[in-house]
Structure formats: C-alpha cells, structure tokens
C-alpha cells in the first residue's frame, strides 16, 4: 500500500523538459586535449608498411611490469587442443582456421632468436563453438588474461581512449544525398587490427 501523504506541485521549466526531450543529439562537449593526445598517437606511431597500415599498441606512460607468460600459455593451448581434440571436425577446423590466420599474416611463429632477444608475451586463444552453418566456431584471443595474479595482463598496460566514430546523423545524410549508394565490408576486420 503507498500512501501519499503531501503533494508539492512541480515546477514547470521548459528549458529542463527541452534538455530532456533533446538527449543525444546535442553537442557533445569535447575534451580537446584528449583529441591532442589521440591525433599525436596517430601520427608518430601508424606507418605504412608492403601496403598495409602498421601502428603501435598505445602504452599508458606508466604500465605495470609486463611478464613473459611462455608456460602459462603453452599450458592453456595444451588444454584447448586435448578439449578440442575430442571432436574431430571441430580440431580439423580449429587447424584450417590457424592455418588461415598465420598465411593472411595474422598470426606468426615465434623464431627461438626473438625468444632470447626479446621479452615476448604470448595471446591465449580458444574455440567458441557457434550455431552457424558459415562459421561453425571462431577463434578468441584474451588480451585480459594475466599469468599470474601478481602479473599484468595486456589490457592492463594498454591505454583506453574512447572509439572516435563518425557520427551517425551526419553518416546517414550523406548516404541520402546521391543517387546511388555503395557499402563495403572488410573481411576478418577485426583480426586486422
């Protein structure tokens, strides 16, 4: 039971109720050094390299120790392969989709020269298993996972700035102002990246 005990009349402000009905499509407030930080980001550390675009992982200035993670890793795969080894079409497909991932240049092997002459920090990785006749399972990389609960994981070294989309209104007019529109897709985006 709600009992209501006193009523206060509210307050009719148009200006609020206008700020309420308009969320969303205001003008953003803009953090300009952030933009700064981002725009020197993209200019000192993207390069161009046998026609791809190569950059940098953007560093915070102060990251945590960063541990080389061999064993971890070698164990987790090792547990990944005896899962998946126990239904041969998805291990023979696990393989063609690694296969696929190393000839595209995703992924590469790690020589025994960079093993010594550098700290190296390997991505676990394992099978997602999808209701899909296209792409039955995909692949995951976990760049939050840590070694160890006294190590770093990637994400954790890694500065976060917010996506600088294109926005929205401004996209879909532009889509409208032509006769004709084309849209394109780039395959394995992500794994691009």
């Not at 803009?30 to 020197?40: A, F, K, R, S």
């Not at 770093?152 to 700035?161: I, M, P, Q, R, V």
């Not at 529109?181 to 780039?186: E, F, N, S």
Request: net charge negative.
């Amino acid at each position: 039971m709600n009992v209501l005990i006193s009523h206060k009349q509210e307050n009719c402000d148009l200006e609020e109720f206008l700020k309420l009905e308009s969320l969303g499509i205001d003008e953003k407030e803009v953090d300009t050094q952030l933009i700064d930080v981002m725009e020197t980001f993209a200019e000192s550390s993207i390069t161009k390299q046998n026609g791809k675009y190569v950059s940098k992982l953007p560093w915070k200035e102060n990251y945590p120790e960063f541990l080389t993670n061999k064993d971890f890793a070698k164990r987790r795969t090792e547990n990944v392969i005896r899962r998946i080894s126990k239904d041969n079409e998805m291990f023979r497909m696990y393989g063609d989709i690694k296969a696929d991932q190393e000839r595209r240049g995703f992924i590469g092997k790690v020589s025994d020269e960079t093993l010594t002459e550098n700290l190296i920090h390997y991505i676990p990785h394992h099978a997602v298993k999808k209701d899909s006749t296209t792409t039955p399972i995909r692949i995951v990389y976990n760049c939050s996972c840590k070694a160890n609960s006294y190590s770093a994981s990637l994400n954790d070294c890694l500065a976060e700035y917010p996506p600088m989309m294109n926005d929205l209104t401004t996209m879909l007019t532009r889509l409208r102002m032509e006769k004709y529109a084309v849209t394109a897709d780039i395959e394995k985006g992500f794994l691009h990246i």
